[in-house]
């Protein structure tokens, strides 16, 4: 690679922290405004107890804990996919891997929110926290409730290392590229980076490490998020698949909230060079693979339940299948198979558009799976004479609208501190070659480019 | 000896007049949610008499079921709590530490039964309303989750008064609101270690069945069927 790609690179990925258009404050006000409505909202509830909310006896979990799970869910776009594309040495990851790598941290933030959101005194959150104390209060770990608490830090610990490990080199770049303030800022973020062999190695040893062990964190995260449901005897809740099943889709919606993401990313900032149709077929395959992997689990689930014909599971069953929840169900089979299934599969379909459309489809319909597994349960227990409906109220629906807002936000004002794409990643890949490029070229390449004075 | 407290309800007996709903909500201190939030599903009843209507006109039978807490031997509301707000009392019940409850509401989507309720709201009670407040019963905040106590106050002071008069508890000296308020005894309270209990001969009786049995709860309530 030359000076003059290396120098395009530069200025391609900081323009955007170089640059601001009024479009941006705009931007930035319009979900600002958003997300403080959706501040006010949760405070409203909290001086008005949760009967402001549309939880009731006896659904005393919904929106809430469907949003939780949901952005949990989203959280496995990153780490996830980016620490198996890094550690398979797929050389066509590296402008994607920061942008997922961004939607974990943020998205693992909202949904870590959603269980305080939900409390009926949030502000005893911490005794959950094991610090010791003169009133003996421990947690119970025999709670699934308990270990969301400890796989949730943990990953978003781990996933926030794994973000930032890559953004030295780029921090150090941006130390040397601005000046002023940003100079200061940056600098600090770097670390002192210089860029010796000794220091690359060691970033190298890091991202392998932690790419190795956020893989086992993120499936045991949703895993336990799954546990939640079903270590608990409610109908169609109790069920072994769910561990798989919650993993599957949570890659799922993570790899569709991406393609989004990049799409959005490609055309506001301009990075129609760096972010190709390849990325987006690649990963439109690796939509298909869950879209099937999704839509077997559903099955499955489905048919065991139908053959146990045990009462209190039809109930809830026939409830999704045919009952009141029955538009829900098929528009959630509707988003997530048949739509996407076909765009997906055909070559010709495959492409930016097709895979956005598909995705689109599949966050809301990872949405409904969520809801359709947290509240039709609920409304529809073993003893009939309890049976309920459930209706959200404005609260709810502001402050699951203003987490949608937060994660825009958040994402807009990332991508002006720190390029989305990670260029130093860019240019070991020796960006601007024909792709694709084989994992040995990839490596020699890196290899060269390192040791460069 | 310890005691382990138990309760049968009579099928056959229940007449479904819901005496015993209304000496609990008295007794309890329970909230007043009011029709509108009632309404809504924010009422709250330790013990509720569920009706159940068979057959089709004019061939109707109803059938009138109370529920309160089943006060369950392997309860599913106990491992869930993450703060141990709800556990295993020596005697067999199942308490709720109201301090120590932040509002999952996790133990309540657990039980089969659904006999654990959430408070929406602060307590308020209107004049005169206010004025029966039960001061053995402590009143509880705004969102934590509350639940049948077999009367645990009135348990502890039958307990301090035969001490106190250094004696042996007697069978049926105590009862809980609901127990003493039912008038066609259709509920009988009492301790299923004594084998001489009231409350233990009803238990092992033919028509004796747990609800909900194949979950596993081990419940120590026993519904006597109804044999008409």
Sequence with gaps: MDLKTEQKINADLLRPLRQTSIGFYALVGFLGTIVLAGAGAWFYQMWNGLAVAGIKFPIYWAFYITNFVFWIGISHAGTL????????????????????????????????MFPIIHLGRPWLAWYLIPIPNERGLWPNLRSPLAWDFFAISTYLTGSMLFLLLPMIPD????????????????????????GTTKQWHRLEAAMQVMAIAIVPVAISVHTIVSFDFSMSPVPMWHSTVFGPYFVAGAIFSGIAALIVAMAILRKALHLEEYLHPVHFQNLGKLLLLMSLLWGYFTFVERLTTWYGNEPAEMAVFWETQTGSYAPLFWTMVFCNFLLPF??????????????VIASSTIVVGMWLERFLIVVPSLATKHLPYTWSSYR??????????ATFAGMVLLYTLFSKAVPIISIWELKVGGHGRALPMTAEEDEKQGALWRVRP | MTHRWGMTVDLDRCTGCEACVTACKTENNIRIAGPEQAARGRSIAWIRVERYFEGE?????????????????????????????????????????????????????????????????????????????????????????????????????????AKSEKRELRDGEIQPACV???????????????????????????????????????????YLQKQT
């Excluded at chain 1, 940056?186 to 980076?193: E, I, K, N, Q």
């Excluded at chain 1, 076909?342 to 895979?355: D, E, M, N, S, V």
């Design chain 1, 81 to 112: 996919i980016s620490a198996i594309l890094r550690l398979v040495n797929a050389t066509w990851r590296r402008p994607v891997t920061r942008c997922a790598e961004v939607i974990t941290v943020f998205s693992l933030m909202i949904g870590a």
């Design chain 1, 171 to 194: 921090f150090a770049l941006m130390r040397d590229q601005m000046t002023g303030w940003r100079r200061r800022v940056y600098s600090a973020l770097a670390l002192g980076w210089q």
């Design chain 1, 342 to 355: 076909p765009i997906l599969a055909i070559k010709k379909l495959r492409t930016i558009t097709g895979c």
């Design chain 1, 392 to 401: 959200p109220q404005p609260v709810e629906i502001m402050i699951t609208i």
């Design chain 2, 57 to 161: 006109f004019p061939d109707v039978r109803v059938k009138f079921r109370p529920v309160m807490c089943q006060q369950c031997d392997a309860a599913p509301c106990e491992p869930v709590c993450p703060t141990y707000a709800s556990h295993h009392t020596e005697e067999g019940l199942n308490a709720q530490v109201y301090n120590r409850c932040i509002g999952t509401r996790y133990c309540a989507n657990a039980c089969p039964y659904n006999v654990r309720f959430f408070n929406f709201g602060n307590p308020v009670w209107d004049r005169p309303l206010d004025l029966h407040i039960n001061p053995d019963v402590s009143v509880r905040e705004v969102g934590v989750v509350e639940k049948c106590t077999f009367c645990v106050q009135r348990i502890n002071a039958g307990k301090e008064l």
């Design chain 2, 180 to 222: 003493q308020s039912c008038p066609t005894s259709a509920l009988v309270f009492g301790d299923l270690n004594d084998p001489e209990s009231a409350v233990s001969r009803l238990s092992k009786s033919s028509r004796g069945t747990k609800l909900l049995e194949d979950l596993g709860t081990q419940p120590k309530v026993t």
